[in-house]
Protein backbone atom coordinates (compact mmCIF):
# COMPACT_ATOMS: atom_id res chain seq x y z
CA UNK A 1 0.00 0.00 0.00
CA UNK A 2 0.98 3.71 -0.72
CA UNK A 3 0.52 6.75 0.58
CA UNK A 4 -2.59 9.30 -0.85
CA UNK A 5 -2.15 10.50 -4.35
CA UNK A 6 -0.97 13.56 -4.71
CA UNK A 7 0.39 13.72 -1.38
CA UNK A 8 4.05 14.62 -1.52
CA UNK A 9 6.67 15.53 1.59
CA UNK A 10 9.25 17.97 0.63
CA UNK A 11 11.71 19.42 2.44
CA UNK A 12 13.67 23.42 1.73
CA UNK A 13 14.20 26.29 4.06
CA UNK A 14 16.27 26.38 7.54
CA UNK A 15 13.48 24.81 9.36
CA UNK A 16 12.75 22.15 7.31
CA UNK A 17 9.17 23.02 6.77
CA UNK A 18 8.75 24.32 3.12
CA UNK A 19 7.59 22.53 -0.27
CA UNK A 20 9.28 22.48 -3.47
CA UNK A 21 8.08 20.20 -7.02
CA UNK A 22 8.09 16.82 -6.43
CA UNK A 23 10.57 16.37 -9.20
CA UNK A 24 13.64 17.77 -6.98
CA UNK A 25 13.27 14.40 -5.01
CA UNK A 26 14.56 11.29 -6.06
CA UNK A 27 11.97 8.16 -6.17
CA UNK A 28 11.56 6.28 -2.83
CA UNK A 29 10.85 2.69 -2.49
CA UNK A 30 7.32 1.14 -2.38
CA UNK A 31 7.95 0.22 1.50
CA UNK A 32 9.37 3.76 1.91
CA UNK A 33 6.10 5.57 0.63
CA UNK A 34 4.13 2.83 2.87
CA UNK A 35 6.44 4.17 5.75
CA UNK A 36 6.23 8.03 4.97
CA UNK A 37 2.31 7.40 4.06
CA UNK A 38 0.12 4.69 6.10
CA UNK A 39 1.75 5.84 9.99
CA UNK A 40 0.20 9.19 9.95
CA UNK A 41 -3.25 7.61 9.51
CA UNK A 42 -2.49 4.58 11.74
CA UNK A 43 -0.59 6.73 14.85
CA UNK A 44 -3.94 8.81 15.47
CA UNK A 45 -6.35 5.85 14.97
CA UNK A 46 -3.87 3.85 17.57
CA UNK A 47 -3.91 6.87 19.99
CA UNK A 48 -7.25 7.07 20.17
CA UNK A 49 -7.84 3.45 20.89
CA UNK A 50 -5.89 3.78 24.09
CA UNK A 51 -6.96 6.65 25.04
CA UNK A 52 -10.89 6.42 24.14
CA UNK A 53 -10.53 2.64 25.37
CA UNK A 54 -9.06 3.51 28.08
CA UNK A 55 -11.34 2.79 31.57
CA UNK A 56 -14.02 2.58 29.07
CA UNK A 57 -16.98 0.21 31.23
CA UNK A 58 -15.98 2.24 34.39
CA UNK A 59 -18.49 5.48 33.79
CA UNK A 60 -21.64 3.77 34.35
CA UNK A 61 -24.36 3.78 31.75
CA UNK A 62 -26.83 6.26 31.78
CA UNK A 63 -30.14 6.98 30.54
CA UNK A 64 -29.45 7.56 27.19
CA UNK A 65 -27.22 4.38 26.75
CA UNK A 66 -30.56 2.21 29.04
CA UNK A 67 -32.84 3.78 25.78
CA UNK A 68 -30.34 1.84 23.53
CA UNK A 69 -30.33 -1.44 25.73
CA UNK A 70 -34.40 -0.97 25.37
CA UNK A 71 -34.26 -0.10 22.03
CA UNK A 72 -32.04 -2.91 20.77
CA UNK A 73 -32.46 -5.81 22.56
CA UNK A 74 -35.66 -6.96 21.32
CA UNK A 75 -36.68 -8.61 17.53
CA UNK A 76 -35.47 -7.34 14.43
CA UNK A 77 -38.97 -6.91 13.59
CA UNK A 78 -40.10 -5.07 16.92
CA UNK A 79 -37.09 -2.59 16.04
CA UNK A 80 -38.82 -1.85 12.92
CA UNK A 81 -41.83 -1.17 14.72
CA UNK A 82 -40.64 1.00 17.39
CA UNK A 83 -38.67 3.26 14.50
CA UNK A 84 -42.11 3.68 13.05
CA UNK A 85 -43.59 4.85 16.32
CA UNK A 86 -40.95 6.03 18.74
CA UNK A 87 -37.13 7.10 18.11
CA UNK A 88 -36.97 6.74 14.32
CA UNK A 89 -33.35 8.63 14.32
CA UNK A 90 -31.76 5.99 15.66
CA UNK A 91 -33.23 3.21 13.99
CA UNK A 92 -30.62 2.52 12.09
CA UNK A 93 -27.87 2.65 14.99
CA UNK A 94 -30.54 0.00 17.32
CA UNK A 95 -30.05 -2.12 14.21
CA UNK A 96 -26.47 -2.27 14.42
CA UNK A 97 -26.34 -2.57 18.26
CA UNK A 98 -28.67 -5.60 18.05
CA UNK A 99 -25.88 -7.50 16.46
CA UNK A 100 -23.40 -6.54 18.67
CA UNK A 101 -25.62 -7.34 22.03
CA UNK A 102 -26.38 -10.76 20.31
CA UNK A 103 -22.27 -11.44 20.31
CA UNK A 104 -20.93 -9.29 23.54
CA UNK A 105 -24.28 -8.92 25.59
CA UNK A 106 -25.22 -5.67 27.37
CA UNK A 107 -22.04 -4.73 29.04
CA UNK A 108 -21.24 -1.14 29.24
CA UNK A 109 -17.84 -1.89 27.49
CA UNK A 110 -19.20 -4.36 24.73
CA UNK A 111 -22.13 -1.43 24.05
CA UNK A 112 -19.51 1.16 23.50
CA UNK A 113 -17.20 -0.95 21.73
CA UNK A 114 -19.07 0.47 18.23
CA UNK A 115 -18.48 3.78 19.50
CA UNK A 116 -14.51 3.52 20.19
CA UNK A 117 -13.98 1.73 16.82
CA UNK A 118 -15.86 4.51 15.21
CA UNK A 119 -13.79 7.56 16.69
CA UNK A 120 -10.56 5.36 16.13
CA UNK A 121 -11.60 5.36 12.49
CA UNK A 122 -12.25 9.13 12.61
CA UNK A 123 -8.84 10.06 13.98
CA UNK A 124 -7.32 8.22 11.12
CA UNK A 125 -9.45 9.13 8.05
CA UNK A 126 -9.19 12.96 9.79
CA UNK A 127 -5.46 12.30 9.42
CA UNK A 128 -5.82 12.00 5.94
CA UNK A 129 -8.07 14.40 4.89
CA UNK A 130 -5.55 17.01 6.84
CA UNK A 131 -3.05 15.77 5.15
CA UNK A 132 -4.31 16.38 1.91
CA UNK A 133 -6.23 19.62 2.56
CA UNK A 134 -2.43 20.77 3.70
CA UNK A 135 -1.11 19.82 0.17
CA UNK A 136 -3.88 21.65 -1.48
CA UNK A 137 -3.16 24.92 1.22
CA UNK A 138 0.44 24.84 -0.03
CA UNK A 139 1.20 24.47 3.81
CA UNK A 140 4.51 22.67 4.74
CA UNK A 141 4.91 19.64 5.94
CA UNK A 142 1.70 18.29 4.98
CA UNK A 143 1.89 14.98 7.21
CA UNK A 144 2.80 16.38 10.49
CA UNK A 145 -0.22 18.68 9.38
CA UNK A 146 -2.22 15.47 9.05
CA UNK A 147 -0.77 13.93 12.19
CA UNK A 148 -1.21 16.99 14.16
CA UNK A 149 -5.14 17.00 13.06
CA UNK A 150 -5.95 13.69 14.42
CA UNK A 151 -3.84 13.69 17.29
CA UNK A 152 -5.64 17.07 18.41
CA UNK A 153 -8.95 15.21 17.95
CA UNK A 154 -7.95 12.07 20.47
CA UNK A 155 -6.77 14.74 23.11
CA UNK A 156 -10.05 16.71 23.48
CA UNK A 157 -11.81 15.24 26.27
CA UNK A 158 -15.11 15.25 24.54
CA UNK A 159 -13.82 12.96 21.93
CA UNK A 160 -13.48 10.50 24.88
CA UNK A 161 -16.90 10.68 26.34
CA UNK A 162 -18.56 10.32 22.93
CA UNK A 163 -15.80 7.34 22.08
CA UNK A 164 -17.42 5.56 25.56
CA UNK A 165 -21.17 6.33 25.20
CA UNK A 166 -23.42 4.05 23.03
CA UNK A 167 -24.93 6.31 21.04
CA UNK A 168 -24.45 7.39 17.56
CA UNK A 169 -22.65 10.44 17.60
CA UNK A 170 -19.05 9.17 17.43
CA UNK A 171 -20.55 7.10 13.56
CA UNK A 172 -21.97 10.33 13.15
CA UNK A 173 -18.22 12.20 13.15
CA UNK A 174 -16.66 9.27 11.08
CA UNK A 175 -18.81 9.69 8.34
CA UNK A 176 -18.60 13.26 8.67
CA UNK A 177 -15.17 13.41 8.21
CA UNK A 178 -15.38 10.53 5.39
CA UNK A 179 -18.04 12.87 3.37
CA UNK A 180 -15.46 15.51 3.77
CA UNK A 181 -12.38 13.78 2.73
CA UNK A 182 -14.23 12.12 -0.33
CA UNK A 183 -15.58 15.99 -1.30
CA UNK A 184 -11.59 16.55 -1.74
CA UNK A 185 -11.62 13.47 -3.55
CA UNK A 186 -14.07 14.32 -5.90
CA UNK A 187 -11.93 18.09 -7.05
CA UNK A 188 -11.93 18.21 -11.15
CA UNK A 189 -8.07 17.23 -10.83
CA UNK A 190 -8.68 13.81 -9.62
CA UNK A 191 -9.70 10.89 -11.95
CA UNK A 192 -12.59 8.66 -11.85
CA UNK A 193 -14.74 11.85 -9.99
CA UNK A 194 -18.03 10.24 -10.79
CA UNK A 195 -16.85 7.38 -7.95
CA UNK A 196 -16.01 9.72 -5.94
CA UNK A 197 -19.12 11.42 -5.98
CA UNK A 198 -21.40 8.67 -5.61
CA UNK A 199 -18.77 7.96 -2.40
CA UNK A 200 -19.45 11.43 -1.19
CA UNK A 201 -23.45 10.82 -1.61
CA UNK A 202 -23.54 7.44 0.48
CA UNK A 203 -21.28 9.16 3.37
CA UNK A 204 -23.73 11.90 3.82
CA UNK A 205 -26.46 9.62 3.29
CA UNK A 206 -24.81 7.60 6.55
CA UNK A 207 -24.29 10.63 8.56
CA UNK A 208 -27.97 11.73 8.04
CA UNK A 209 -29.11 8.33 8.84
CA UNK A 210 -27.16 8.65 12.37
CA UNK A 211 -27.78 11.94 13.22
CA UNK A 212 -29.87 13.95 10.66
CA UNK A 213 -29.12 17.08 12.15
CA UNK A 214 -25.69 16.62 10.94
CA UNK A 215 -27.41 16.78 7.20
CA UNK A 216 -26.19 20.51 8.14
CA UNK A 217 -22.92 19.49 7.11
CA UNK A 218 -23.84 19.89 2.85
CA UNK A 219 -24.48 23.66 3.84
CA UNK A 220 -20.98 24.30 5.08
CA UNK A 221 -19.78 21.86 2.14
CA UNK A 222 -21.66 24.54 0.22
CA UNK A 223 -20.48 27.57 0.93
CA UNK A 224 -16.63 26.01 1.29
CA UNK A 225 -17.25 25.09 -2.91
CA UNK A 226 -18.81 28.69 -3.36
CA UNK A 227 -15.51 30.45 -1.50
CA UNK A 228 -13.27 28.11 -3.04
CA UNK A 229 -13.77 27.10 -6.53
CA UNK A 230 -12.77 28.83 -9.36
CA UNK A 231 -14.61 26.53 -11.49
CA UNK A 232 -17.93 27.70 -9.63
CA UNK A 233 -20.64 25.68 -12.33
CA UNK A 234 -19.08 22.32 -12.93
CA UNK A 235 -18.31 21.37 -9.16
CA UNK A 236 -21.62 23.22 -7.77
CA UNK A 237 -23.59 20.88 -10.15
CA UNK A 238 -21.53 17.46 -9.40
CA UNK A 239 -21.82 19.13 -5.61
CA UNK A 240 -25.86 19.96 -5.87
CA UNK A 241 -26.19 16.01 -7.59
CA UNK A 242 -24.56 14.47 -5.01
CA UNK A 243 -26.46 16.05 -2.16
CA UNK A 244 -29.57 16.23 -3.11
CA UNK A 245 -29.44 12.23 -3.75
CA UNK A 246 -28.75 12.09 -0.46
CA UNK A 247 -31.54 14.11 0.54
CA UNK A 248 -33.84 12.09 -1.60
CA UNK A 249 -32.87 9.23 0.18
CA UNK A 250 -33.32 10.46 3.88
CA UNK A 251 -36.86 12.13 3.23
CA UNK A 252 -38.89 9.19 4.75
CA UNK A 253 -36.22 9.25 7.80
CA UNK A 254 -36.92 13.09 7.94
CA UNK A 255 -41.01 12.67 7.36
CA UNK A 256 -41.14 10.15 10.35
CA UNK A 257 -38.83 12.10 12.48
CA UNK A 258 -40.97 14.87 12.42
CA UNK A 259 -43.97 13.21 13.49
CA UNK A 260 -41.94 12.01 16.54
CA UNK A 261 -40.88 15.72 17.47
CA UNK A 262 -41.97 15.37 20.84
CA UNK A 263 -39.65 13.41 21.99
CA UNK A 264 -37.47 16.78 22.14
CA UNK A 265 -39.86 18.59 24.63
CA UNK A 266 -37.61 18.66 27.00
CA UNK A 267 -34.79 20.70 25.20
CA UNK A 268 -34.64 24.12 26.38
CA UNK A 269 -34.30 27.17 24.22
CA UNK A 270 -30.21 28.40 23.68
CA UNK A 271 -28.47 31.17 25.67
CA UNK A 272 -24.98 32.68 26.11
CA UNK A 273 -24.04 30.05 28.67
CA UNK A 274 -24.84 27.45 25.67
CA UNK A 275 -22.72 29.03 23.84
CA UNK A 276 -20.06 29.38 26.41
CA UNK A 277 -20.68 25.43 27.60
CA UNK A 278 -19.89 24.44 23.40
CA UNK A 279 -16.44 26.57 23.08
CA UNK A 280 -15.16 25.23 26.50
CA UNK A 281 -15.86 21.60 25.54
CA UNK A 282 -14.50 21.86 22.10
CA UNK A 283 -11.48 24.00 22.98
CA UNK A 284 -11.01 20.78 26.01
CA UNK A 285 -11.20 22.72 29.33
CA UNK A 286 -12.00 26.71 29.74
CA UNK A 287 -7.77 27.48 30.11
CA UNK A 288 -7.41 25.71 26.57
CA UNK A 289 -9.85 28.27 25.13
CA UNK A 290 -6.97 31.01 24.48
CA UNK A 291 -4.49 28.96 23.13
CA UNK A 292 -7.12 27.02 21.05
CA UNK A 293 -8.41 30.09 19.81
CA UNK A 294 -5.07 31.64 18.72
CA UNK A 295 -3.98 28.38 16.63
CA UNK A 296 -7.41 28.36 15.03
CA UNK A 297 -6.95 31.58 13.90
CA UNK A 298 -3.44 30.87 12.87
CA UNK A 299 -5.04 27.76 11.11
CA UNK A 300 -7.54 29.85 8.74
CA UNK A 301 -4.72 32.06 7.75
CA UNK A 302 -2.28 29.66 7.16
CA UNK A 303 -1.25 28.88 3.66
CA UNK A 304 -3.74 29.60 1.14
CA UNK A 305 -6.30 30.94 3.88
CA UNK A 306 -9.53 31.83 3.04
CA UNK A 307 -8.50 33.71 -0.01
CA UNK A 308 -11.13 32.76 -2.61
CA UNK A 309 -11.03 30.71 -5.31
CA UNK A 310 -7.82 29.17 -4.10
CA UNK A 311 -9.46 25.64 -3.55
CA UNK A 312 -10.82 23.65 -1.16
CA UNK A 313 -7.69 24.61 1.01
CA UNK A 314 -8.04 24.03 4.52
CA UNK A 315 -9.28 27.24 6.09
CA UNK A 316 -12.04 27.23 3.40
CA UNK A 317 -13.21 23.26 4.19
CA UNK A 318 -12.67 23.68 7.88
CA UNK A 319 -13.95 26.86 8.89
CA UNK A 320 -17.95 26.17 7.57
CA UNK A 321 -17.51 23.11 8.79
CA UNK A 322 -16.75 24.48 12.31
CA UNK A 323 -19.09 27.11 12.69
CA UNK A 324 -22.10 27.12 10.36
CA UNK A 325 -24.06 23.49 11.38
CA UNK A 326 -24.03 24.91 15.52
CA UNK A 327 -24.78 28.11 14.61
CA UNK A 328 -28.21 27.07 12.23
CA UNK A 329 -29.32 25.30 14.89
CA UNK A 330 -28.93 27.10 17.89
CA UNK A 331 -30.92 30.08 15.61
CA UNK A 332 -33.41 28.02 15.09
CA UNK A 333 -33.77 26.85 18.77
CA UNK A 334 -34.22 30.38 19.52
CA UNK A 335 -37.68 29.59 17.99
CA UNK A 336 -38.53 26.14 18.34
CA UNK A 337 -35.81 24.45 20.56
CA UNK A 338 -33.59 21.36 19.11
CA UNK A 339 -30.09 22.41 19.76
CA UNK A 340 -28.26 19.78 22.06
CA UNK A 341 -24.47 19.93 22.26
CA UNK A 342 -24.21 15.61 21.04
CA UNK A 343 -26.20 16.90 18.07
CA UNK A 344 -22.97 18.88 16.53
CA UNK A 345 -19.85 17.42 17.82
CA UNK A 346 -19.16 15.92 14.13
CA UNK A 347 -18.14 19.43 13.72
CA UNK A 348 -14.94 18.95 16.05
CA UNK A 349 -12.60 17.32 13.61
CA UNK A 350 -12.69 21.02 11.86
CA UNK A 351 -11.38 22.45 14.98
CA UNK A 352 -8.48 19.38 15.30
CA UNK A 353 -7.65 20.69 11.43
CA UNK A 354 -6.96 24.44 12.46
CA UNK A 355 -5.60 23.73 15.44
CA UNK A 356 -3.01 21.50 13.67
CA UNK A 357 -2.64 23.78 11.11
CA UNK A 358 -2.13 26.79 13.21
CA UNK A 359 0.58 24.60 14.84
CA UNK A 360 2.41 24.09 11.33
CA UNK A 361 2.44 27.27 10.43
CA UNK A 362 3.75 29.17 13.47
CA UNK A 363 6.85 27.29 13.11
CA UNK A 364 7.11 28.46 9.89
CA UNK A 365 6.43 31.86 10.30
CA UNK A 366 9.38 31.72 13.62
CA UNK A 367 11.22 30.23 11.19
CA UNK A 368 11.14 33.03 8.71
CA UNK A 369 11.94 35.21 11.59
CA UNK A 370 15.05 33.59 12.82
CA UNK A 371 16.03 32.96 9.41
CA UNK A 372 16.56 36.68 8.97
CA UNK A 373 19.39 36.86 12.30
CA UNK A 374 22.61 35.05 11.90
CA UNK A 375 21.63 31.65 13.43
CA UNK A 376 23.11 28.56 12.62
CA UNK A 377 20.49 26.24 10.64
CA UNK A 378 20.38 23.33 13.32
CA UNK A 379 19.55 26.23 15.55
CA UNK A 380 16.94 27.99 13.81
CA UNK A 381 15.35 24.21 13.25
CA UNK A 382 15.21 23.91 16.78
CA UNK A 383 14.14 26.98 18.16
CA UNK A 384 11.20 27.30 15.25
CA UNK A 385 9.97 24.28 16.91
CA UNK A 386 9.69 25.93 20.62
CA UNK A 387 6.32 28.07 20.35
CA UNK A 388 4.23 25.35 18.84
CA UNK A 389 5.63 22.64 21.32
CA UNK A 390 5.26 25.64 24.45
CA UNK A 391 1.77 25.95 23.16
CA UNK A 392 0.90 21.98 22.67
CA UNK A 393 2.06 21.08 26.08
CA UNK A 394 0.27 24.26 27.60
CA UNK A 395 -2.76 22.75 26.09
CA UNK A 396 -2.06 19.01 26.74
CA UNK A 397 -1.76 20.16 30.41
CA UNK A 398 -5.26 21.43 30.42
CA UNK A 399 -6.43 18.67 29.04
CA UNK A 400 -5.65 15.92 31.94
CA UNK A 401 -7.84 16.77 34.46
CA UNK A 402 -10.65 16.65 32.10
CA UNK A 403 -9.33 13.48 30.83
CA UNK A 404 -9.39 12.08 34.26
CA UNK A 405 -13.08 13.34 35.04
CA UNK A 406 -14.37 12.06 32.44
CA UNK A 407 -13.54 8.16 33.02
CA UNK A 408 -14.93 8.03 36.72
CA UNK A 409 -18.23 6.10 37.96
CA UNK A 410 -19.93 9.35 38.21
CA UNK A 411 -19.06 11.21 34.93
CA UNK A 412 -22.73 10.90 33.77
CA UNK A 413 -25.99 12.46 34.09
CA UNK A 414 -27.06 9.11 35.93
CA UNK A 415 -25.46 6.59 38.06
CA UNK A 416 -27.70 3.98 37.43
CA UNK A 417 -25.12 1.16 38.19
CA UNK A 418 -25.17 2.66 41.80
CA UNK A 419 -28.78 2.57 41.61
CA UNK A 420 -28.84 -0.96 40.81
CA UNK A 421 -26.50 -1.77 43.60
CA UNK A 422 -28.82 -0.31 46.51
CA UNK A 423 -31.86 -1.68 44.91
CA UNK A 424 -29.56 -5.41 44.44
CA UNK A 425 -28.38 -4.96 48.05
CA UNK A 426 -31.97 -4.22 50.12
CA UNK A 427 -34.77 -5.63 47.99
CA UNK A 428 -36.88 -8.58 49.07
CA UNK A 429 -38.40 -11.79 46.54
CA UNK A 430 -41.35 -10.20 47.54
CA UNK A 431 -40.81 -6.09 46.82
CA UNK A 432 -42.87 -4.08 43.80
CA UNK A 433 -41.01 -0.91 42.18
CA UNK A 434 -43.00 1.70 41.18
CA UNK A 435 -41.94 4.68 38.56
CA UNK A 436 -42.64 8.30 39.53
CA UNK A 437 -43.11 9.25 36.76
CA UNK A 438 -42.95 6.65 34.43
CA UNK A 439 -40.46 8.07 32.07
CA UNK A 440 -38.00 6.75 35.27
CA UNK A 441 -38.40 3.33 33.51
CA UNK A 442 -35.53 3.65 31.71
CA UNK A 443 -33.34 3.47 35.03
CA UNK A 444 -34.41 0.12 35.56
CA UNK A 445 -32.78 -1.25 32.28
CA UNK A 446 -29.45 -0.26 32.23
CA UNK A 447 -28.67 -2.70 34.66
CA UNK A 448 -31.89 -4.94 34.55
CA UNK A 449 -31.14 -8.07 37.36
CA UNK A 450 -31.98 -6.66 40.02
CA UNK A 451 -35.21 -4.61 38.72
CA UNK A 452 -36.53 -8.08 37.22
CA UNK A 453 -36.37 -9.35 40.39
CA UNK A 454 -38.89 -7.36 41.56
CA UNK A 455 -42.86 -6.74 40.58
CA UNK A 456 -43.45 -3.77 38.29
CA UNK A 457 -46.83 -2.56 39.45
CA UNK A 458 -46.80 0.29 37.41
CA UNK A 459 -46.29 -1.53 33.88
CA UNK A 460 -49.77 -1.71 31.63
CA UNK A 461 -47.78 -2.99 28.58
CA UNK A 462 -44.57 -3.85 28.14
CA UNK A 463 -41.64 -1.63 25.89
CA UNK A 464 -42.16 -4.77 22.99
CA UNK A 465 -45.71 -4.99 22.69
CA UNK A 466 -46.21 -1.00 22.90
CA UNK A 467 -43.99 -0.76 20.33
CA UNK A 468 -42.33 2.15 23.03
CA UNK A 469 -38.94 2.33 24.52
CA UNK A 470 -40.32 2.36 27.84
CA UNK A 471 -43.69 0.68 27.88
CA UNK A 472 -46.80 2.06 28.72
CA UNK A 473 -47.97 3.04 32.49
CA UNK A 474 -51.13 0.79 33.73
CA UNK A 475 -54.30 2.86 34.79
CA UNK A 476 -54.88 4.09 38.58
CA UNK A 477 -57.26 1.62 38.85
CA UNK A 478 -55.10 -1.50 38.02
CA UNK A 479 -52.02 0.01 40.35
CA UNK A 480 -54.35 0.31 43.33
CA UNK A 481 -55.51 -2.91 43.24
CA UNK A 482 -52.06 -3.72 42.74
CA UNK A 483 -50.92 -2.03 45.89
CA UNK A 484 -53.65 -4.63 47.81
CA UNK A 485 -50.93 -7.43 47.84
CA UNK A 486 -47.80 -6.00 48.35
CA UNK A 487 -45.96 -5.43 51.49
CA UNK A 488 -42.82 -3.44 50.32
CA UNK A 489 -42.76 -0.83 47.54
CA UNK A 490 -39.86 0.98 45.90
CA UNK A 491 -39.93 4.05 43.98
CA UNK A 492 -37.68 5.65 41.62
CA UNK A 493 -38.07 9.60 40.86
CA UNK A 494 -35.81 11.79 39.29
CA UNK A 495 -34.12 14.73 41.47
CA UNK A 496 -35.99 18.28 40.91
CA UNK A 497 -33.37 19.32 38.75
CA UNK A 498 -34.30 16.24 36.28
CA UNK A 499 -36.89 17.01 33.27
CA UNK A 500 -39.05 14.31 32.51
CA UNK A 501 -40.53 13.34 29.46
CA UNK A 502 -43.36 11.29 27.60
CA UNK A 503 -46.83 10.04 30.30
CA UNK A 504 -46.59 10.62 33.90
CA UNK A 505 -47.77 6.97 34.71
CA UNK A 506 -50.04 5.95 37.25
CA UNK A 507 -49.42 6.31 40.76
CA UNK A 508 -47.98 8.54 43.51
CA UNK A 509 -46.34 9.35 46.92
CA UNK A 510 -49.67 9.85 47.94
CA UNK A 511 -51.32 7.62 46.62
CA UNK A 512 -48.81 5.01 48.84
CA UNK A 513 -49.40 6.84 52.43
CA UNK A 514 -53.29 6.34 51.32
CA UNK A 515 -52.58 3.15 51.09
CA UNK A 516 -50.96 2.86 54.85
CA UNK A 517 -47.22 2.86 53.07
CA UNK A 518 -44.72 5.07 55.00
CA UNK A 519 -41.18 5.86 54.06
CA UNK A 520 -38.63 3.65 55.54
CA UNK A 521 -35.11 5.00 53.52
CA UNK A 522 -34.43 6.94 50.61
CA UNK A 523 -31.29 7.29 48.66
CA UNK A 524 -30.42 10.22 46.27
CA UNK A 525 -28.11 8.62 43.38
CA UNK A 526 -27.06 11.64 41.38
CA UNK A 527 -30.10 12.37 39.54
CA UNK A 528 -32.54 9.19 41.27
CA UNK A 529 -33.90 9.56 44.20
CA UNK A 530 -34.50 5.62 44.90
CA UNK A 531 -37.19 5.34 47.85
CA UNK A 532 -38.15 1.99 49.98
CA UNK A 533 -41.93 2.07 51.31
CA UNK A 534 -43.54 -0.29 53.42
CA UNK A 535 -47.06 -0.65 55.59
Not at 160 to 169: D, I, L, S, V
Not at 313 to 337: E, K, M, N, Q, R
Not at 377 to 394: F, K, N, T
Request: one cysteine or more; a positive charge.
Amino acid sequence: MTKLPGVVETRSGPAGLGHQPAGGEPAASGWRRWLRGWPVVVIPAAVEMIVGGFRIGVPSLWRDEAATISGSQRPLGAILDLTLHQDAVHGVYYLLIHAVIAVGGISATALRLPSLAAMALTAGVLAALGRRLAVLSELPAPSAVGLLAGLALAAVPITTRYAQEARPYALTSLFAVLATYLLIRALPSERGRAWWWTGYAAALVLTGLFNLFAVLLVVAHGVSLLIGSARTTRVLRSWLVSAVAAGVLLVPLAVLSAGQSAQLDWVTRPDLSTVATLVRDFAGAALAIPPVALLALLGCAAGAGLARGRGLTLGVVALPWLVLPPVILLAVSLADPLYVERYVIFCLPALSLLVAAGLTWLVKLTADALAQRDFAPWRVRLLSLLPSAVLALAITATLVSPQVAIRQPTSRADDLKQVAAVLAAHEHADDAILYLPWDTAIVGMAYPAPFERVRDIGLGVSPAASETLRGLPATSAVVASRLRSVRRVWTVQWTPSQPSVGPAGSGSTSELTSHNFHLIRRWRIQSVFLSLYAR
